[in-house]
């Protein structure tokens, strides 16, 4: 069976189908994926050699194998030709499978089945536990033209070689204010976000002082007036998106006098000066040890750990209108 032959079944398919869900709609995916075996099954009666397995493995890829030709089915009771379908894995694959082909079902609005290539309808990967590609019947572009490489070479890569792909991708189209959690270029440092939210002020004081001074390195944007519009968006989403933590009240982090003046001397001063002096020890272990990929992220550049104190003191000194950050903190780095 050719290309031509199996996409000329998949046309038929597609139209019986749709012929049947305008008469009465299906109502679950496990029933229109039955259906759809069934249809291609009467339609391959010319190939007596290809056999349909009604039985196949629940995380089998793609969910129809019809000899070298796979059917990955979708379905949504909603008005849409867009969804999410198999993770970037695809650990089990069908290794008989050459060529995918997308069947959808949309029940919604005018019910409808088209088919589509499965390569040209994948447009995006969306990453929660695991990544996973989303699908749209007649894109207009596909993820793999926007990545630069073909489905097939794609999917024989390493996980660590997808995932530098998907990062690339993932980063040319954040917006303003976003962040990427997952950071990571290589299995060992597997970033692993907490399944529980985390109040920041029910943390321990010492685990307080080492997210501060994490987000305070990666954030130098924290010392700018306070009249400043977003000046701690980043630190909050640093907290949020990489150790799960939620603050309500960003200010409380950096410049309330429960961390800026907590001996309560009333000596006055400029609060986010002093809590950065008090927190020193800890913003230098932090710029030791923190995982560099922050910094790319963060940053935009690679910065060996001795030296990232003196490049933070540089971005926070453009920074800062009321003080100069160089002239009070880290002395011992001038």
């Known amino acids: 069976m050719t290309q031509n032959d199996f996409e000329h079944i998949l046309e038929i398919a597609c139209f019986n189908l749709s012929t049947e869900a305008k008469k009465e709609i299906f109502t679950s995916s496990m029933q229109f994926e039955k259906r759809v075996r069934e249809v291609l099954r009467d339609l391959m009666q010319s190939y007596p050699e290809i056999k349909i397995d009604f039985s196949p493995h629940p995380q089998a890829f793609p969910d129809i194998a019809v000899g070298n030709f796979g059917v990955e089915v979708k379905f949504t009771l909603n008005d849409t030709w867009r969804s999410v379908a198999n993770s970037v894995l695809e650990t089990n694959r069908i290794e008989t499978v050459e060529k995918v082909y997308l069947i959808f079902g949309k029940m919604g609005g005018t019910p409808e089945v088209k088919w589509g290539d499965y390569e040209k309808s994948i447009i995006h990967v969306r990453t929660s536990h695991v990544p996973r590609f989303e699908v749209e019947i007649s894109a207009n572009r596909s993820l793999f033209e926007q990545m630069g490489i073909s489905y ?31 950071l990571e270029d290589n299995v060992e440092a597997e970033h692993t976000l907490p399944i529980q939210a985390r109040l920041y002020t029910n943390l321990s004081p010492e685990d307080k002082t080492k997210l501060r001074a994490e987000a305070v390195l990666l954030c130098p944007s924290i010392v700018k007036s306070g009249r400043a519009k977003n000046k701690y968006d980043d630190a909050v989403l640093y907290l949020l998106t990489y150790h799960g933590v939620i603050c309500h009240q960003a200010r409380d982090l950096f410049s309330a006098g429960s ?27 932090a710029s030791l040890t923190m995982d560099d990929a922050l910094f790319m992220e963060y940053w935009g550049e690679s910065v060996p750990p001795k030296q990232r104190i003196k490049k933070w003191l540089k971005k926070a000194d453009s920074l800062a209108q009321d003080w100069v950050p160089s002239k009070s903190l880290f002395l011992q780095y001038q």
């Open 259 to 285: 961390v800026a003046n907590p001996e309560n001397d009333d000596e006055g001063g400029i609060y986010i000066e002093r809590a950065l002096k008090l927190i020193e020890k800890e913003l230098i272990k």
């Open 152 to 182: 097939d070479d794609f999917r024989k890569l390493e996980m660590n070689d997808k995932m530098r792909y998907i990062r690339t991708y993932a980063r040319s189209r954040l917006q303003n204010g976003e962040r990427l959690w997952w």
